[in-house]
Structures are given as C-alpha cells and as structure tokens.
C-alpha cells in the first residue's frame, strides 16, 4: 500500500513551462550568495575579522539585537496573548496595526520613529524637556527601531502558537481556582513556549540586520550607533572587501537562524 505522502505526489516529470521559471528563480536567489561566497578575501578573512572597527559594529550589532529582543518579549508577549485571548472591538485592526512594520519601508518607520520620539516629537520633545532623555542618534534610539521592526515577527509566531494550544489546560487550571495571572504563567507560558522561542530567534535575527530605520532615526556613529548593515554600507564605499566580510558574518547569522528553525518554517514534513 502507498503511503500517505507518496499518495500525495502526482506522477509524471513537471512541465517545462513550470520547471524553468522555477530554476530561474532558485538560480536569481542563490548565484548573489554564491558571489558573495567566491568574491570573499578568504585568505585575510582572520585578520579582517579583528579589526577593531568590525569588532565594534559586531558588538554594537549583538549588543543592540539582543537588547531589541528582549524589549519584544516583554511587549510583544502580552499583546499576543491579548489579541488570542481578548474579544475586544477592532482586535482586526490591531492586528493589523502589529503588521504594519512587516511591509512598511524601514525608512519610513524611522521617519516616524523620528516624528515620535525626536526632540521636536509628540513624545520625545516631552521626554527631553521633562528627563532630559533624547533617543535619536544615540545606541538606546538603534534599540528601538529593531525593536520596531523586529516586534511583528515575534507577535505573530506568539499568537499563533497561542490559538494552537489546547485551551482545556487552562480551563482545568481556572476550576482549580487558578486566577489568570497564575494560568498564565504556570500553563500558557510552557504550553507556548517554542512558539516564543522561535518568534525570538526571528526577531533577533531582524532586528541584527536592520538598516533603514536605524541609519534614518539612530544615524550612523562608530562605537555608538554604527552596526553590522551600517558599516557593510559605509565600507562598500571605501573598502569593499570589508564590506564582503562583513557580508559573511550576517550571511553566516541568516543561515544558523533558518538551520535553528528549519523544523518550524522550513520542513514541509
């Protein structure tokens, strides 16, 4: 008996009129890569590597990616659980609302951000009269466009783990007399937890490549505002091998980032 996965596949070669676009379009994604790999300064690699300016953008990149996911997590799960949980009014144009950074052009959320939170802002010019706290240009303003731009990607994988668990553990946890704080911590925290996981890995992932909302709402200054994509782009002008190595580095992130998650949004198992 043919098993259910062969029973799926349809017999026969696939048409040419499908195959070539297809190779085409595998070919136009992966030969950049492949000259990015064959143009690389493999024999200096090391030494480029520890150059005090790639060792700067490095830890500023991983410094501010990681501070960015953890700012996600701590907003982005909550309002998750809320738009999964929560029968509210408008919870589709909330929805939508988180979605929005997805297709909006990174510039022009740093030209918002801007807007908000700069000196002249509705908020920032506020903050800065009142604390004395400013944000642009600075490395707390580059945490928050990632933040920003990366917090869809970990709301969305947080909801949709949550309408995928059981909701008969929680429900057995409120006739225990559980109140919602304890169900949530105890039952739905554990219950979604790879879901939170996997939105975190994306969103830090997002948040180490971003370019445009940073460079538009942090600037760009070595050693304060300066990461990995601003000083690819900087380096392209001036030096372009560094601007490959540097290339690597985030090339060599994207691929661990899709390996680590490969049974989540790879696998079509």
């Keep these: ?26 070919a136009f994604l992966v ?8 143009r690389a300064p493999w024999s200096t690699l090391g030494t480029r590597l520890v150059e005090p300016q790639v060792l700067e953008a ?45 297709v909006l052009p990174p510039v022009v959320g740093g030209v918002a951000l801007l807007l908000v939170l700069g000196r002249r802002g509705l908020v920032g010019g506020w903050l800065d009269d009142t604390f004395g706290i400013t944000f ?33 553990y929680e429900e057995a946890a409120a006739t225990l007399g559980a109140d919602r704080w304890t169900i949530f911590r105890r039952v739905t925290l554990p219950l979604v937890a790879p879901g939170v996981a996997a939105g975190a890995v994306l969103c830090w992932a997002r948040a180490l490549g971003e370019f445009g909302a940073t460079i538009t709402f942090a600037g760009n200054f070595p050693g304060r ?11 392209l002008e001036t030096d372009p091998q560094a601007a490959i190595v540097l290339s690597l580095v985030l090339l060599a992130v994207s691929v661990l980032v899709l390996a680590a998650l490969r049974d989540r949004w790879v696998s079509t198992a």
């Design 1 to 26: 008996m043919r098993s259910a996965r062969e029973a799926d596949r349809l017999p026969g070669r696939p048409p040419w009129v499908l195959l070539l676009p297809a190779l085409a379009g595998l």
């Design 136 to 168: 642009p240009f600075t490395t707390a303003g580059v945490v928050l466009a990632e933040t920003f731009v990366a917090m869809p990607f970990l709301v969305i994988s947080v909801e949709g783990a949550l309408r995928a668990a059981d909701l008969r």
């Design 225 to 235: 505002t300066q990461t990995m994509p601003l000083a690819v782009y900087l380096a």
């Design 58 to 102: 490095l830890r500023l990149s991983l410094l501010t990616a990681t501070l960015a996911t953890c700012l996600c997590v701590l907003l982005g799960v909550p309002l998750a659980w809320t738009m999964a949980r929560v029968r509210f009014p408008g919870v589709r144009l909330v929805r939508a609302l988180v979605t929005v950074p997805l």
């Design 31 to 38: 030969l950049p890569l492949l000259g990015l790999l064959v």
